[in-house]
C-alpha cells in the first residue's frame, strides 16, 4: 500500500531559520476485512538531528493515538544510539500499538509528526528550529480472518494457582 503524494518530496522548514518541521497525512486503502494481527509504518526523514540533545519528535499521532514515545525511541537509537547526525537521511520504523488496529481496518488512517528543537547545524551545534524532508510513508498492515488467541479466564486462574503454589514452596524450603 503506497503513501499519499503530498506533503512528500519537500523540505518542510529549517534549522535555523524555523519553522520547525510538521507534517500530516493520511493513507487511503479502502476497508480492511478480518482483524489486525500487526502492523509498522515506515518513513524516511532527512535531517531529523536525533543526536542533538533532548528529543526532536514533539508529536507523532495516528489520529487520537499518541505515538511519540515510540518514535522518539527509534529516532534516538539511530546510528548505534548516538542519534541521527546534520543533513542524515534516516529510515525510521515503528510497530503499530493495538489502539491503532480499528482505525487501519477502516482504511483511511491519519498520521502526524511535528519536530521540536534542537537541530543540529553543519559543525554540529545546537540551533533553535529543527526543520527536516520528508519523503515518503509506507504502511503495512497483517490481517486474519480469525481473531488472535486471547487466554481463557481459566487458563489464568491455573497459572496464577501454579504461581502461588511455587511460592509457597519457595517459602517452606526456607523456614
Given at each position: 500500500?503506497?503513501?499519499?503524494?503530498?506533503?512528500?518530496?519537500a523540505f518542510n522548514g529549517s534549522d535555523t531559520t524555523g519553522p520547525n518541521f510538521s507534517a500530516s497525512w493520511q493513507f487511503s486503502y479502502g476497508a480492511l476485512s478480518?482483524?489486525?494481527t500487526s502492523a509498522t509504518i515506515q518513513i524516511g526523514?532527512?535531517?531529523?538531528?536525533?543526536?542533538?540533545?533532548?528529543?526532536?519528535?514533539?508529536q507523532y499521532k495516528?489520529?487520537?493515538?499518541?505515538?511519540?514515545?515510540?518514535?522518539?525511541?527509534?529516532?534516538?537509537?539511530?546510528?548505534g544510539g548516538v542519534g541521527s547526525a546534520n543533513a542524515e537521511y534516516n529510515l525510521l520504523t515503528i510497530n503499530l500499538p493495538a489502539a491503532t488496529f480499528a482505525d487501519l481496518l477502516l482504511g483511511n488512517p491519519s498520521f502526524s509528526l511535528i519536530l521540536q528543537a534542537p537541530g543540529l547545524n553543519a559543525l554540529g551545534g545546537a540551533t533553535?528550529?529543527?526543520?527536516?524532508?520528508?519523503?515518503?510513508a509506507t504502511i503495512t498492515v497483517n490481517t486474519s480472518a480469525t481473531p488472535p488467541p486471547v487466554p481463557e479466564p481459566a487458563a489464568w486462574t491455573l497459572l496464577l494457582a501454579g504461581g502461588a503454589i511455587l511460592a509457597g514452596f519457595g517459602r517452606y524450603?526456607?523456614?
Open positions: 500500500m503506497a503513501a499519499n503524494a503530498a506533503p512528500f518530496n478480518g482483524f489486525v526523514l532527512l535531517d531529523l538531528d536525533s543526536a542533538g540533545t533532548g528529543n526532536q519528535v514533539n495516528e489520529g487520537s493515538n499518541d505515538l511519540t514515545a515510540l518514535l522518539n525511541a527509534v529516532a534516538e537509537a539511530l546510528d533553535t528550529f529543527n526543520g527536516a524532508g520528508i519523503d515518503f524450603r526456607r523456614a
